[in-house]
């Protein structure tokens, strides 16, 4: 038996060292993502870095922080003292098309969270009652899974863009803290926020949508002499 687990690792090592030697990658990499300061709910610069133990697999962190002046559209304005932020991690295998191009998919988790205060506004718990409120403190987060993937087009030796796309599940949480809430019969409906959900509390499973593009700066590349995987 011991023969045997000295074996498979001896094969291992060795299959590990042949794809160094036929298949060029970048061990570490710098990344941002300018489509995401356009995003028009959740803002934010998005950095991240990916790390590659294996020319085939990588494993990618990413955090994003609040940047609302070239959001679309004004959707937001009466969150107050609204803060956020985005955690992003991925597994992803790549797929060597050519020295130039690559093509990548794997999955990703994501944690969203969410913390805002509204004024004079309205509110419905699960009990169906309607309440105004003078002021509620809301809690709205979100995490989830994903299935992405997306083709990345290198220029010179360090620098490429990636353009991505993933769809997965979304869990979303919301939570209030209301402040002077008094019951009423209805909301008119001229004045339903459509497409808040925060109007509510509870937990929903939504779809989870996400695409954009990249840039990137990776350090190490190494250069194969041998042909590209796509024609051995």
């Known amino acids: 038996m011991k023969k045997y687990y000295l074996t498979l690792a ?17 061990r570490f990499s710098l990344k941002i993502t300018p489509t995401s300061v356009f995003n028009p709910n959740l ?50 295998w790549h797929f060597l098309k050519a020295e130039e191009v690559r093509l990548f998919a794997g999955f990703e988790g994501f944690y969203f969270p969410q913390r805002y205060f509204k004024t004079d506004d309205y509110f419905q718990p699960e009990n169906g009652v309607y309440y105004q409120y003078d002021k509620s403190v809301i809690n709205k987060n979100s995490w989830g899974l994903s299935l ?14 990636e353009i991505y796309g993933g769809l997965g599940v979304k869990f979303l949480s919301i939570r209030h803290q209301l402040t002077n809430a008094v019951a009423i019969d209805g909301v008119p409906f001229n004045e339903w926020s459509f497409g808040e959900k925060d109007t509510r509390q509870g937990n929903w499973v939504l779809p989870y949508l996400d695409c954009g593009l990249k840039i990137g700066y990776a350090f190490g590349q190494i250069r194969s002499s041998g042909k590209p995987f796509s024609e051995n």
């Open 10 to 26: 001896a094969c291992l090592i060795s299959a590990l060292a042949i794809c160094q030697q036929t298949e060029p990658f970048n």
């Open 43 to 92: 803002a934010c610069i998005l950095t991240g870095v990916e790390f590659q133990p294996h020319p085939r697999l990588g494993i990618q962190l990413e955090y994003g922080f609040k940047f609302q002046p070239l959001s679309l559209f004004n959707w937001h304005s009466d969150k107050h003292d609204w803060h956020y932020q985005k955690l992003k991690m991925a597994l992803r």
């Open 148 to 161: 992405s993937s997306g083709v990345s087009y290198c220029f010179g030796k360090h620098f490429f863009i």
